[in-house]
Each structure stands twice: as structure tokens, then as C-alpha cells.
């Protein structure tokens, strides 16, 4: 009977310690549906439509064309720019 | 009106708020060394995954220069359970990016991923630091790439040696004395022993930091961190190389014959590393100098005399040391002598009037929207996370890094150019086309 019980419980330790396998490649989580922007839209009186988005996590804003990330001098990107596998886009 | 002073209070509280949001992070360690941070933000289902491996090419010896950079390109060659090619090919199918770059100081990878795709990133990190794909092939095909990228990027440049020159001048004992590219040489006499070694050594969990950044749940998180990461085996405790470096101690002048047609000087003057107090003020001395085309450079040589076609700086701070380097391309016959002889007018400015409280005004919006705009992306907060962790021992710089250049008054700028921008400080480096030899 004590045999037993130690081999079970050998097989339950070998459960919990099991090596993980690693060939087995993870599966992708079920997709989230994005929100890309919620938006007001209005016009002023001369007829000038008017999209707003409020985004407050970084103190800045800009208008239609400009980035959020401010662009750097290209002469200093491109001379300090780090080794890699390839060139960034 | 019930309460006069809502308006005043509330102005108060407007001006007295953070610069921008907090960025919120947890960080820890396994128990093989493996250092974590966490960045939960939720807004789009993106996920930024990074190791920073805390080797660059200041930990390699002067006969084996380039190992980190190689090293950049030989762990995309695979795993035991991922095949050749397929680092690529699975991020790449799944919706992800990859890249990985080196410097002086390290070694970076990372994917951007859709944020279902976490695990995949996780598992494919950890293959790379438990068992990568190291063999002849791989060496000797990673090796003919290494090869062709110095070719296209350096050799194919024109000025592109110039970090090459002045690094082997600018430092004579220590490591920085070559740059991360190194010796194709080196890489050639190198055996796949050595580089085993070299993995064995450095690119373990202890000396490496996974930064995630994005649409993460923490909990879920950290299961697959200690499901894939927990087992792997902590390496033998590293030893850092030695920062010493003495004084340039004279002005170094040189010219070099490039294939170019545009004559160039290059102004390398010594100074502190990333960490120092006064890397501050000497970013803002940049900024003043060089940033844009309201800058004194700009205005004084492209605008004014018309002597430069570009004209630009930079504070090349590393951990240990520090070249701030200033540079400028001639415009028709201007030489580079008088090229060098305006920076210095301009240099000697900054070191005896003090700057205007309008100009100093200016640095300091400057330097503000520089710093927010680095947090504009779960990429960049994980970089700079695991960036803020290894340099300087603390991620949470992220979010208060600007309070040290908030401290930086006018006379710290006039002090530092006293201090470092002077000529026994410097290596120069006059640029001219092969028909001039």
C-alpha cells in the first residue's frame, strides 16, 4: 500500500515539475477589437467641418497633418543611428 | 460669484500638474537573475517585447572586435525548436515587426506584436536565451551579412568612418577605443568556440532585462514569464570591463582622404558619460548650438556667412564616457579650417555671454517636447524603461528624467562648454575628397 501511495505521488511531483515542452508553439489569444479613436464632429458657422479627438496622454496636440512624435534632425538620426539588422523604415 | 479664488486655484493646480501622464510600471526579478518591467496601457491591442542584453561592444576584447553587433545578427539564426529563417518568417506572418540593434553599451531585440501574440513573443525570446541556434552555417552566413552591411553602411558612406576614426583616436585604453561594427578581421580569424563562448558569457538571464510595454493583462503576463523564462539557467556572474581612460591630454588633429567631394571637419571634445550631472546641461549647450535652424551654429554658418551647407552636434554619451561631437560640410570654397575656426567663435559665445533668458526659455521647450515625445509609443516606453533600468538603476526616470534638466540654469550651460568644449579636449578630424591627397 505505501508502495503505491509513493508511486502515485512520485507520478503526481513528476506531473507538477513536468518539463515544460517547448516545441509546442504558443496559439494566439483570441483578437481584440481595436477602438482606433472616438471623435466629435461639428461644424462652425462658416461651414468648416471639425473632427476632434481627445487623446491626453501625452501634453501635446497638433492639428490634421502633423505627427504626435516629433520628428528628429534626419543629420542626427542618421549619425547616431545604431547598428541594425536593417534599415529602418 | 461664491468662491473668488476658484479661478485662481484652479490656475494653480494647471500649472503645479505633471508633465503628462505617469507612465506606471512593475518591475522584479526571477530568481536566475532575469530582470522584468512591466508597462500595462491598454489602448490599442499592441504589445512592444524587448531584451536588453547588457553587453556591447565595450565587453569584447581588442582581438575579437564586432562580437555583439555579430552577435546582433546570429541570434535571429534560430533555436533548438525554431528553425532557420523563422524568427522572421513567424513574427512577420502573425502581424508582428522585428529588429535589434547594438551599441557600445548593449545588445537589443525586440517584436511589436498584436497583443494576442504575446505569448509567441515570450516564447521566441526565450529560446534565444536558453538554447540559440549557434553553428558553422550560422556563423558563417551571418558573417558574409555582417560583411556586406559594413560594406553598404561604412565603406559605401561618404564621412561614414568617422565614428571609427574618432573613436580610436578620442580613446586609448578603454573599449570604446573601437566601435561596434569592429574588425571583419577579427570576425574572420574568430572559431565558433569563441563565439559559443561568448553567448555563454553574456547572453544570459542575469545580464539581461525583458521590457514589455502595451495591451497587456499583468497576470497573464507574468505566467508566461515564469512559464517560459523561470527555467532557464542564471550564467556565471559577469565581469564589466573597466571604465578608465585618462585625459586626452593635447589637441589631436588629423585628416583623412574620403571618397567624398565635399570637404568636412568633425570636432570630437571628450566628455562625461549618459549618467553624469552634467550630461544635462551639455544636451542643452547641443540643443543651443545645434538644434534646428534657430540654432547658433545654423544661423551663424548656413544662414549668415553661408560658409557650411549643414552644420550639426550631437553629445554622444555612452555609459562610461562621453564625445560631443560637432561637425559641418563646406559650402563652395570654404575650407575646413575656417569651418572649424567659426564653431570655435560660436563654442566661445556660449562660454562668456550668458544666454538669454528668451534662449534659454527656448532649450527648455525644446528639450521638454524631446522628452514627452519619447514616451509617444509603447515601443519607445519599453526601450526606455529597460534603457533607464541598466544605465542608471532607475526605470522610474521615465517619468521624471526631465526634473534634472528642469535643475540646469544658464550658467551650468556656460560652465559646461568651459569645461569640456576646449581645444586640448578634442580630436579634430578634417575631412577631404582622395583627388586632394
Redesign the interface.
Same mark, same amino acid.
Given at each position: 500500500m505505501n508502495k503505491i501511495l509513493l508511486a502515485l505521488s512520485l507520478v503526481a511531483s513528476a506531473a507538477a515539475h513536468a518539463?515544460?515542452d517547448?516545441?509546442i508553439?504558443?496559439?494566439? #489569444?483570441? #483578437?481584440?477589437?481595436?477602438t482606433i479613436a472616438q471623435y466629435q464632429k461639428f461644424q462652425l458657422q462658416n461651414g468648416l467641418t471639425v473632427l476632434l479627438v481627445e487623446d491626453?496622454?501625452?501634453?501635446?496636440a497638433c492639428s490634421e497633418s502633423c505627427s504626435?512624435? #516629433?520628428p528628429?534632425?534626419t #543629420?542626427?538620426r542618421l549619425?547616431?543611428k545604431?547598428?541594425?539588422?536593417?534599415e529602418?523604415v | 460669484m461664491k468662491n473668488p479664488f476658484l479661478g485662481v486655484s484652479l490656475l494653480l493646480a494647471s500649472a503645479a500638474l505633471p =508633465?503628462? !501622464?505617469q507612465v506606471k510600471f512593475e518591475s522584479f526579478d526571477l530568481p536566475n537573475g532575469l530582470h522584468v518591467i512591466l508597462h500595462q496601457d491598454n489602448? *490599442?491591442?499592441l504589445v512592444a517585447v524587448s531584451v536588453l542584453y547588457h553587453v556591447g561592444s565595450k565587453n569584447e576584447i581588442p582581438t575579437r572586435t564586432g562580437f555583439a553587433?555579430f552577435f546582433?545578427?546570429l541570434l /535571429?539564426e534560430g533555436s533548438?525548436?525554431i528553425g532557420r529563417g523563422e524568427y522572421m518568417q =513567424?513574427i512577420q506572418s502573425?502581424g508582428g515587426a522585428l *529588429? !535589434? *540593434?547594438?551599441?557600445n553599451d548593449r545588445t537589443f531585440y525586440y517584436e511589436l506584436l498584436?497583443?494576442?501574440?504575446?505569448? =509567441?513573443g515570450?516564447?521566441m525570446e526565450?529560446?534565444r536565451m536558453?538554447h540559440a541556434k549557434i553553428d558553422q552555417v550560422g556563423v558563417d552566413t551571418q558573417r558574409e551579412v555582417v560583411k556586406e552591411?559594413k560594406r553598404q553602411r561604412v565603406d559605401n558612406q561618404p564621412y561614414a568612418s568617422f565614428l571609427t576614426e574618432m573613436f580610436k583616436r578620442a580613446f586609448t585604453q578603454h573599449n570604446y577605443r573601437w566601435v561596434?561594427?569592429g574588425s571583419m578581421d577579427d570576425l574572420n580569424a574568430a572559431t565558433l568556440e569563441e563565439f559559443m563562448a561568448f553567448y555563454k558569457k553574456f547572453y544570459v538571464p542575469n545580464n539581461a532585462t525583458l521590457s514589455i510595454a502595451g495591451?497587456i493583462d499583468i497576470e497573464d503576463t507574468k505566467r508566461y514569464i515564469n512559464?517560459?523564462f523561470r527555467?532557464i539557467p542564471a550564467g556565471a556572474t559577469v565581469q564589466r570591463p573597466s571604465a578608465f581612460e585618462p585625459p586626452l591630454g593635447g589637441e589631436i588633429v588629423d585628416t583623412i582622404y574620403d571618397n567624398i567631394q565635399i570637404p568636412a571637419v568633425f570636432a570630437g571634445y571628450r566628455m562625461v558619460s549618459e549618467t553624469h550631472p552634467d550630461a544635462y546641461a551639455l544636451q542643452m549647450l547641443n540643443t543651443a548650438l545645434s538644434?534646428?535652424p534657430s540654432s547658433r551654429f545654423s544661423k551663424r554658418m548656413v544662414d549668415q556667412d553661408q560658409s557650411a551647407l549643414?552644420v !550639426?552636434a /550631437?553629445p /554622444?554619451a555612452m555609459e562610461h564616457h562621453g564625445v560631443f561631437?560637432a =561637425?559641418a560640410l563646406a559650402n563652395g570654397a570654404a575650407s575646413t579650417g575656417t569651418l572649424m575656426a567659426t564653431m570655435e567663435e560660436e563654442i566661445a559665445k556660449m562660454q562668456n555671454e550668458p544666454l538669454s533668458d528668451k534662449e534659454f526659455t527656448k532649450l527648455l521647450n525644446k528639450v521638454e517636447?524631446?522628452f514627452?515625445?519619447r514616451?509617444?509609443?509603447v515601443a519607445g516606453i519599453a526601450e526606455n524603461l529597460a534603457n533607464y533600468h541598466v544605465y542608471y538603476g532607475d526605470a522610474n526616470l521615465v517619468n521624471s528624467e526631465i526634473e534634472r534638466y528642469r535643475e540646469v540654469k544658464p550658467a551650468d550651460i556656460q560652465r559646461v562648454a568651459q569645461t569640456y568644449l576646449k581645444p586640448e579636449n578634442r580630436v579634430v578630424l578634417h575631412y577631404l575628397p582622395k583627388s586632394a591627397q
Amino acid at each position: 500500500m505505501n508502495k503505491i501511495l509513493l508511486a502515485l505521488s512520485l507520478v503526481a511531483s513528476a506531473a507538477a515539475h513536468a518539463q515544460l515542452d517547448r516545441s509546442i508553439r504558443p496559439t494566439a #489569444a483570441p #483578437a481584440r477589437t481595436p477602438t482606433i479613436a472616438q471623435y466629435q464632429k461639428f461644424q462652425l458657422q462658416n461651414g468648416l467641418t471639425v473632427l476632434l479627438v481627445e487623446d491626453h496622454k501625452l501634453p501635446s496636440a497638433c492639428s490634421e497633418s502633423c505627427s504626435m512624435k #516629433a520628428p528628429r534632425p534626419t #543629420a542626427k538620426r542618421l549619425l547616431t543611428k545604431r547598428w541594425t539588422l536593417s534599415e529602418p523604415v | 460669484m461664491k468662491n473668488p479664488f476658484l479661478g485662481v486655484s484652479l490656475l494653480l493646480a494647471s500649472a503645479a500638474l505633471p =508633465l503628462s !501622464a505617469q507612465v506606471k510600471f512593475e518591475s522584479f526579478d526571477l530568481p536566475n537573475g532575469l530582470h522584468v518591467i512591466l508597462h500595462q496601457d491598454n489602448s *490599442n491591442p499592441l504589445v512592444a517585447v524587448s531584451v536588453l542584453y547588457h553587453v556591447g561592444s565595450k565587453n569584447e576584447i581588442p582581438t575579437r572586435t564586432g562580437f555583439a553587433h555579430f552577435f546582433e545578427h546570429l541570434l /535571429f539564426e534560430g533555436s533548438e525548436n525554431i528553425g532557420r529563417g523563422e524568427y522572421m518568417q =513567424l513574427i512577420q506572418s502573425n502581424g508582428g515587426a522585428l *529588429n !535589434a *540593434n547594438t551599441s557600445n553599451d548593449r545588445t537589443f531585440y525586440y517584436e511589436l506584436l498584436p497583443s494576442n501574440q504575446l505569448e =509567441l513573443g515570450l516564447w521566441m525570446e526565450s529560446e534565444r536565451m536558453l538554447h540559440a541556434k549557434i553553428d558553422q552555417v550560422g556563423v558563417d552566413t551571418q558573417r558574409e551579412v555582417v560583411k556586406e552591411e559594413k560594406r553598404q553602411r561604412v565603406d559605401n558612406q561618404p564621412y561614414a568612418s568617422f565614428l571609427t576614426e574618432m573613436f580610436k583616436r578620442a580613446f586609448t585604453q578603454h573599449n570604446y577605443r573601437w566601435v561596434p561594427i569592429g574588425s571583419m578581421d577579427d570576425l574572420n580569424a574568430a572559431t565558433l568556440e569563441e563565439f559559443m563562448a561568448f553567448y555563454k558569457k553574456f547572453y544570459v538571464p542575469n545580464n539581461a532585462t525583458l521590457s514589455i510595454a502595451g495591451d497587456i493583462d499583468i497576470e497573464d503576463t507574468k505566467r508566461y514569464i515564469n512559464k517560459y523564462f523561470r527555467d532557464i539557467p542564471a550564467g556565471a556572474t559577469v565581469q564589466r570591463p573597466s571604465a578608465f581612460e585618462p585625459p586626452l591630454g593635447g589637441e589631436i588633429v588629423d585628416t583623412i582622404y574620403d571618397n567624398i567631394q565635399i570637404p568636412a571637419v568633425f570636432a570630437g571634445y571628450r566628455m562625461v558619460s549618459e549618467t553624469h550631472p552634467d550630461a544635462y546641461a551639455l544636451q542643452m549647450l547641443n540643443t543651443a548650438l545645434s538644434d534646428g535652424p534657430s540654432s547658433r551654429f545654423s544661423k551663424r554658418m548656413v544662414d549668415q556667412d553661408q560658409s557650411a551647407l549643414q552644420v !550639426a552636434a /550631437f553629445p /554622444f554619451a555612452m555609459e562610461h564616457h562621453g564625445v560631443f561631437i560637432a =561637425l559641418a560640410l563646406a559650402n563652395g570654397a570654404a575650407s575646413t579650417g575656417t569651418l572649424m575656426a567659426t564653431m570655435e567663435e560660436e563654442i566661445a559665445k556660449m562660454q562668456n555671454e550668458p544666454l538669454s533668458d528668451k534662449e534659454f526659455t527656448k532649450l527648455l521647450n525644446k528639450v521638454e517636447t524631446e522628452f514627452v515625445s519619447r514616451n509617444s509609443s509603447v515601443a519607445g516606453i519599453a526601450e526606455n524603461l529597460a534603457n533607464y533600468h541598466v544605465y542608471y538603476g532607475d526605470a522610474n526616470l521615465v517619468n521624471s528624467e526631465i526634473e534634472r534638466y528642469r535643475e540646469v540654469k544658464p550658467a551650468d550651460i556656460q560652465r559646461v562648454a568651459q569645461t569640456y568644449l576646449k581645444p586640448e579636449n578634442r580630436v579634430v578630424l578634417h575631412y577631404l575628397p582622395k583627388s586632394a591627397q
